[in-house]
């Protein structure tokens, strides 16, 4: 091969790897911009952020291998979920079904030991107050939680449901709304 084509084969090909460079680059930043399925919310007729503590002042988890879990103060956006424990250790996850005013979840964290841990279980709320009870599941045992709190109650008007039934009376006739539904019934007046 004569010198001279040897040169702009060389320069052709650092053009080429420089392009390639610059593409690369561009690819890597422009997927630090696409959302992974773990960032993906989505919204839920429930809402269960609240500071739950065990039963009658009792521990939420039966057994663990690290420090008793006594409160975790749950924080929900959509249906993801962070709880931090007394312990100050951070547990993520999400809702997952949701029944009426049931909601099953699964979180995950480690216990104070280092173990990895596993809670799945359910959240039930009824009016202002929420159960929270599942299974503590580290590789070398299995336990369970349980723990109340009082929670906000969900506006019908974002979307939720309530099992409240209000009765409104406007001059002669009653309105009456079960939010769970979101149907609306007018009742004709009554001849008086």
Known sequence: ????????????????????????????????????????????????????????????????????????????????????????????????QVLGNGASFTLTGRATSGQEVTISGNFNVDGTSSTMTGSWIEPTLVSTLSGTSTVPELDPGDGGTTNETETVETNDSATSETEESGTSTNTPPVPG
């Open 1 to 96: 091969m004569p010198m001279k084509t040897m040169r702009n084969f060389a320069r052709l090909r650092d053009a080429l790897l420089g392009l390639c460079g610059i593409g690369c680059l561009f690819l890597a930043g422009a997927g630090c911009e696409i959302d992974s399925s773990e960032s993906a919310t989505r919204n839920v007729p429930i809402i269960v952020t609240g500071f739950y503590a065990g039963n009658g002042g009792s521990a939420m988890v039966s057994r663990t291998t690290g420090a008793p879990v006594l409160t975790m103060n749950v924080r929900q956006n959509g249906d993801q979920l962070e709880v931090i424990d007394n312990n100050g250790i951070v547990f993520r996850g999400s809702i997952g």
